[in-house]
């Protein structure tokens, strides 16, 4: 099992529509998640971090976390066509000095 | 303004050719580290510091090395490239919070994309 999955996608959505991407992980002992939004051509860039179970809100954006359940949850609201990118889950471990991507799941929102 | 800069950005050089690439952030950020990015594998982790003369193996470190002689710098060292080291490289840089833990964002540069033919 690899650390941390996600779906490679293509998600497509209509613009307006909420935009809803999942990410599960193998480590239990875990204790923070980022996700990371990347344009095509360019660098990832944190959109959202969550430690505690529950929900965050930022925005359009809600981060959800079920450690007992082991996934992390990325949430957009009224998707717009500039959401379009590749949406990255990254998890420490190892000690919280290593990092462990996702492979990313390719948002494409529709006009 | 804060940033991790990379070069170069794009090199396309041949088998056995020794090349750096080298890292820089101005940041004062104590974690630096070093990605490769790969169509279907992801980002995957090369090389990271937690400081000066402190740096560790990632999950694919296998024909690369680095040092971190100074805190801002961080250069990546292909000593003998071959053609599965084709890729897209990011290096990037975080703080570290207590006891060592990198809990904030890491800061990413821009990208170098190197071909070994």
């Known amino acids: 099992q690899k650390e941390v999955e996600q779906n490679s996608g293509p998600l497509s959505v209509p613009e307006g529509a909420i935009a809803s991407l999942n990410c599960t992980y193998s480590?239990?002992?875990?204790?923070?998640f980022f996700w990371y939004r990347q344009y095509s051509g360019k660098s990832p860039e944190l959109i959202m971090f969550i430690y505690s179970n529950g929900d965050k809100e930022d925005g359009r954006f809600t981060a959800q976390l079920n450690k007992a359940s082991q996934y992390v949850s990325l949430l957009i609201r009224d998707s717009q066509p500039s959401d379009s990118a590749t949406y990255l889950c990254?998890?420490?471990?190892?000690?919280?000095?290593?990092?462990?991507f996702g492979t990313g799941t390719k948002l494409q929102v529709i006009p | 303004e804060a940033q991790v800069t990379q070069n170069p950005r794009y090199l396309i050089t041949v088998t056995g050719k020794k090349l750096t690439v080298t890292c820089s952030q101005n940041?004062?950020?104590?974690?630096m580290s070093w990605y490769r990015q790969d169509p279907g594998l992801g980002l995957r982790q090369i090389y990271y510091s937690m400081n000066v003369e402190v740096t560790d193996k990632g999950d694919v470190p296998e024909g690369y090395k680095v040092s971190r002689k100074e805190k801002r710098n961080f250069p990546l060292i292909l000593e003998s490239p071959s053609p599965n080291q084709t890729s897209l490289y990011f290096c990037a840089s975080s703080p570290t919070g207590l006891a060592g833990i990198s809990s904030y964002e890491q800061y990413f540069g821009p990208g170098t994309r190197l071909t070994v033919t």
């Open positions: 990254a998890v420490p471990s190892g000690g919280y000095q290593k990092v462990t």
């Open positions: 940041m004062n950020h104590e974690y």
């Open positions: 480590d239990r002992g875990s204790q923070s």
